[in-house]
Nanobody
Framework: QVQLVESGGGLVQTGGSLSLSCAASGRTFSIYDMTWFRQAPGKEREFVAAINWRGARTNYAESVKGRFTISRDQAKNTVYLQMNNLKPEDTAVYYC???????????WGQGTQVTVSS
C-alpha cells in the first residue's frame, strides 16, 4: 500500500503562484509514476501532469503547459506541482495519485483545494 498526503493549496489571485506537495509513504519503492489530477465543481476529474518516478519523464495537459511544473524528490518521497500564472479556471480540488509497478494499483490522496480569484 502507498499513502499520499497533499498540501499547499489555498486562495490566490489571478496571475499568482502556488506550490503543491504530495508526500508518499508505505511501499514507495513500488511507485512507477505519480500524477496530479484536478476536479472542479460539476466537472469530471481531469489529468494535469505526471512524472515517471525513476526516470523523471514528465507529461502535461495542454491547458497547463508552460505554467505548471511537476517534479519529484526521491529522497523525500515527495512530488511537487509548481503552478504559475494561475487562472480562475484552475480552481479545483487537486489530487495526487500514485501508480505501482506490476499490479498497476492506483492510490489517491485526499485532495487539496486551489481557488483562483479573478
Amino acid at each position: 500500500q502507498v499513502q499520499l498526503v497533499e498540501s499547499g493549496g489555498g486562495l490566490v489571485q489571478t496571475g499568482g503562484s502556488l506550490s503543491l506537495s504530495c508526500a508518499a509513504s508505505g511501499r514507495t519503492f513500488s511507485i512507477y509514476d505519480m500524477t496530479w489530477f484536478r476536479q472542479a465543481p460539476g466537472k469530471e476529474r481531469e489529468f494535469v501532469a505526471a512524472i515517471n518516478w525513476r526516470g523523471a519523464r514528465t507529461n502535461y495537459a495542454e491547458s497547463v503547459k508552460g505554467r505548471f511544473t511537476i517534479s519529484r524528490d526521491q529522497a523525500k518521497n515527495t512530488v511537487y506541482l509548481q503552478m504559475n500564472n494561475l487562472k480562475p479556471e484552475d480552481t479545483a480540488v487537486y489530487y495526487c495519485s500514485a501508480t505501482t509497478y506490476g499490479s498497476g494499483d492506483n492510490y489517491w490522496g485526499q485532495g487539496t483545494q486551489v481557488t483562483v480569484s479573478s
